[in-house]
């Protein structure tokens, strides 16, 4: 299988997810400022939300794939409130005919006053045990 890992971050969280579960794949989390070159298998892609929706930067992201480069997408993040952002991404993934899998993951994400030290250590636990089902 082969694997990319994109992720957009405003305060750092989302990062942390991505080096883990990039680092479980045997690849490097970069930021969306890199594009998708070689074919993938799986691109894993980390985004969470702001007021309410992802941010312009991830959906024009998502529109730049392409369906011969990127097999599925796989969505992980997290948030401070709301539940994950699977639908945004889902149809943004649908406009350029690509997949959104099944499966994600999501976790509590530090926001202000809320979930301090979210994504914590069992946090990052299980976003690699949920990489390392798709290896
Ligand atoms: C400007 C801003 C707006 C946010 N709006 C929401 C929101 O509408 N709903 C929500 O559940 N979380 C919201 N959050 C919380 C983030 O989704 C959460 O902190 C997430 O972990 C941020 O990931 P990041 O550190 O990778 O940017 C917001 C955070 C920021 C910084």
Known sequence: MKFAVRFYTKTGNTKKLAEAIANELGVQALPLSEPV??????????????????????????????????????????????NSTYKKVKAEAQKVGIELDEKEFHCKGEFKALHKGRPNENDIKAAIEFARQYK
Request: avoid cysteine; glycine fraction near 6%.
């Open 37 to 82: 070159t070689e074919p993938v298998d799986y691109l894993f892609l980390g985004n969470s939300f702001y007021a309410f929706t992802i941010d312009a930067e991830v959906r024009n992201f998502i529109q730049t794939l392409s369906k011969d480069k990127v097999g599925k997408i796989v969505n992980f993040g997290s948030a401070a409130l709301l």
